[in-house]
């Protein structure tokens, strides 16, 4: 009998408020919950680490990071939850998504239905959901690109923190390249860098073809993108 997949207990992440900070994105809502998905081994626990860091020390929000994975070390289940909010969280775990990243087929197909009805966002990886969700969604190459961009799948994690953050306008630049020096030592910080600036330019190519039908006006983005 399969084991049941092994849940850790939710880490909340103090706000740090800084008053240089530049003012981060105002949601209409008090509480954005995105999920980060795809399989063992894609180092989504460490996005969603970083996504979090991110929003809580640089954008000085708070925010609540939750993580579920399958027994198996590579290839298993694996997903990661943010909740990002201007004031306390109550309940860690997520509910209803705002936003879903999906970066394996079974991801995207058990995951999909946890999405707002109306105005969840869903990001695929293009390569890897050939079965395309019965719903509005945006794809972009996210793994194809790491491979012929950056040499290595390894860093598709990384590029796909950088398109939300583009896209999506939930966190700062700023904050998410800090966050990412934070996490990495020296010999992979810039190559790390790198991965984020891809993500930026991949979802600015999305934007621009105009093919993406989302709900990003359901809050506001006074945000500085630079």
Known sequence: MA????????KKIKEKADPKQK??????????????????????ITAGVILAEAVAVGDARNAAQTQSYGPEARGGHTRCDVIISNGEISFPEAISLD??????????????????????????DSGAVRRKPQREYIEAPFTQAAIETLGSAVATNIVSLGFISEFAGIVTKKSLEEAVLEKFSEKFAQSNLAALKLGYSLAKKVQKEGNAATCVEMFETEIDRT
């Open 3 to 10: 084991s049941k997949p092994k849940a850790e207990e939710p």
């Open 99 to 124: 936003l879903l990243l999906s970066l394996t087929q079974e991801a995207a197909d058990v995951y999909v239905g946890k999405l707002k009805p109306n105005c969840g966002l869903m990001i695929i």
């Open 23 to 44: 003012k981060a994105p105002s949601f209409i809502e008090d509480r954005y919950e995105v999920r980060l998905s795809g399989s063992g081994g894609q180092g989504l």
